[in-house]
């Protein structure tokens, strides 16, 4: 297939689900097939029945079955995905979750571009402001005690449940550090069970092979900071010999069996390090995967700008990280810029990466097809994908983007997502300053906490971009006046 006929087949693709999905009819009908019904979901039992199982139905529950065995088969015809092999995805109760969300936003909120499911996908909740170290960039500020007001271990099982009613198909605890609250396996096994997928972000520090037992049978993923060698890590997190503690935990993480991925914020303390630290997490680590996280100027990262990496020097260390990928090892980022190199480097290799939470398994599915959906999927998540929740039960946009938008003590989570003028805000690619006129703003978007960070604005420009270059020297001078 030429270039030309892989762009207008693309460009039917696009078309073909905008008509097909987006219409009012189609909408309405979502709409009543993602009701309840006396079994439970109206929507998972269409699902489950779909895949083969046997569930009892009422006759609401057998036109929901039709409807959604209609829509799934013409999805996997238009596309190009084997039927069978998605009736083998959907019996995972996980991914029925994360269909049930995405048929759920169609009927809502319509086929957008980039794409709003009917509730996070994907929950980072800081669990605790406790942290044993002390580091540089620390975005939420930790301390060595818990901040004031943090959930209880009851209010947190239901601020769980909350989320697990709403849809959410993804949890990820972080912090500060959360392996300090005894309570973290208590409230993730209560997840478990209302099964939501679940990760925690670590230091490491506290990953003794005992902890890591106790973890595996309750967390699917663990992601430990590592950023650099000995002494640039223990220098960037605040505590000498911390590098050779953090090391361990991934060791005993990985000896453990846990799927574990090391994060590594670049920034250029460290830029250099990066390719043989990411060679040295493979080969003496045994990690399966980097994340390589964008610097944002957000809490004690506000003291550090002048550490933040060029568009050039950015978009280099992506062009690396996607090679990496072609090469067989996963090295995903969560500069939303990502997504526009590997559109870009594709030449029908992996494919585009529609965004950073992607996996090896959904990239391998889609190969040759996520072109198509990049538009939809592409780029920056907050409040159209995920969110972020503070130990207190607030919702923000983000963990890099801490606007409060209201409490789960007090409010439903789908009222917050629905209503939040600021979250429709960030939704409105076309609004955004600077990234609403670049030909991949639906691909990409600029990184939205940093627009923040740096300008103070959820629709300002993302500094970090090539395309955005005039904002980062504008930035750079004004660094320059205030210094001298």
């Not at 449940?161 to 973290?184: I, N, T, W, Y």
């Not at 992996?350 to 592409?378: K, Q």
């Not at 994908?385 to 409010?411: A, K």
């Amino acid at each position: 297939m030429s270039p030309a006929e892989g762009e207008r087949r693309e460009d039917f693709i696009v078309g073909s689900v905008q008509r097909w999905l987006g219409n009012p009819l189609t909408r309405f009908l979502l709409r009543f097939v993602t009701g309840e019904s006396r079994g439970g979901s109206r929507l998972d039992l269409a699902i489950r029945r779909y895949v083969g199982e046997k569930v009892e139905m009422d006759p609401k529950d057998l036109l929901a079955f039709l409807l959604v065995s209609t829509l799934l088969n013409r999805g996997s015809g238009l596309f190009g995905y084997p039927r069978q092999e998605l009736k083998k995805k959907l019996g995972d109760p996980v991914m029925r979750r994360g269909i049930a969300n995405v048929l759920e936003g169609i009927g809502r909120y319509g086929v957008r571009r980039p794409f709003v499911t009917a509730a996070p996908f994907l929950v980072v909740w800081n669990y605790t402001n406790a942290c044993n170290l002390r580091c540089r960039h620390c975005y939420q500020s930790a301390g060595q005690e818990p901040g004031k007001n943090e959930l209880s271990t009851e209010e947190a099982k239901r601020a769980v449940d909350e989320l697990a009613d709403s849809g959410v198909v993804a949890l990820a605890f972080s912090g500060g550090e959360p392996l300090l609250r005894r309570d973290l396996l208590e409230v993730g096994a209560r997840a478990k069970e209302r099964g939501l997928f679940l990760s925690v972000a670590t230091n490491g520090t506290l990953l003794t092979r005992e902890r890591c037992r106790e973890m595996k049978g309750v967390f699917d993923y663990v992601e430990v900071s590592l950023d650099g060698f000995e002494e640039t890590h223990d220098r960037f997190r605040g505590i000498p010999g911390v590098w050779r503690r953090t090391c361990e935990g991934i060791r005993n993480s990985v000896a453990e069996g846990l799927d574990t991925c090391v994060a590594i914020t670049a920034t250029h303390h460290n830029l250099k390090e990066i390719p043989s630290l990411i060679d040295f997490v493979r080969g003496e680590l045994g990690a399966q995967r980097v994340m390589v996280f964008n610097y944002v100027p957000v809490g004690r990262g506000r003291e550090m700008v002048e550490e933040d990496l060029s568009p050039q020097e950015r978009w280099e260390l992506l062009c690396q990280l996607y090679r990496r990928m072609v090469e067989g090892f996963f090295c995903l980022s969560t500069a939303p810029q990502l997504s526009v190199v590997s559109l870009q480097m594709a030449e029908g290799k992996l494919g585009p990466v529609p965004t950073h939470f992607a996996s090896r398994g959904m990239l391998e599915a889609l190969r040759g097809r996520t072109r198509s959906l990049a538009d939809f999927l592409g780029g920056c998540g907050a409040g159209r994908l995920y969110c972020g929740l503070q130990p207190d039960g607030e919702v923000v946009p983000c963990v890099f983007l801490p606007i409060p938008l209201g409490n789960l003590r007090e409010r439903r989570l789908k009222e917050i997502w629905g209503s939040s003028e600021v979250l429709w805000r960030l939704r409105d690619r076309d609004s955004l300053q600077g990234c609403g006129t670049c030909q991949y703003r639906y691909v990409c978007g600029g990184c939205r906490a940093r627009a923040y960070g740096y300008f103070g604005d959820v629709q300002a420009a993302d500094p970090g971009c090539p395309y955005n270059s005039r904002y980062w020297e504008e930035l750079k001078a004004s660094l320059q006046r205030a210094q001298a």
